[in-house]
Nanobody, 120 residues
Framework: QVQLVESGGGLVQPGGSLRLSCAAS????????MGWYRQAPGKQRELVAV???????NYSDPVKGRFTISRDNAKNTVNLQMNSLKSEDTGVYYC??????????????WGLGTQVTVSS
């Protein structure tokens, strides 16, 4: 059984910062890519940022230069540092990880999400 648990969401004013964290636990053989997605009210879930097991990163255009994704492979965690937040960053943020529970068996897992609200 694998679980992803997010933390760090909340209410912040425009221009402020938040740091999201996600911890993977359970029977884990290895973790491949990890990422963050978000879903705004009335919109589809979209990719925010992804990081490979080797540390290569990719960001969606709206967050480039403002958000930074990082991971700690020893602790099975992925973080998202969000700076210069805008109202359009509001939404539920989901952690995502491609995990092998045994050699040769892998699937994608999702956390339950954490709410980020950017408002004055």
């Amino acid at each position: 059984q694998v679980q992803l648990v997010e933390s760090g969401g909340g209410l912040v004013q425009p221009g402020g910062s938040l740091r999201l964290s996600c911890a993977a636990s359970g029977t884990i053989f290895s973790i491949n890519a990890m990422g963050w997605y978000r879903q705004a009210p009335g919109k589809q879930r979209e990719l925010v940022a992804v990081i490979s097991s080797g540390g290569s990163t990719n960001y969606s255009d709206p967050v480039k230069g403002r958000f930074t994704i990082s991971r700690d492979n020893a602790k099975n965690t992925v973080n998202l540092q969000m700076n210069s937040l805008k109202s359009e960053d509001t939404g539920v943020y989901y952690c995502n990880a491609d995990i092998s529970v045994t050699f040769g068996y892998r699937r994608v897992y999702w956390g339950l999400g954490t709410q980020v609200t950017v408002s004055s």
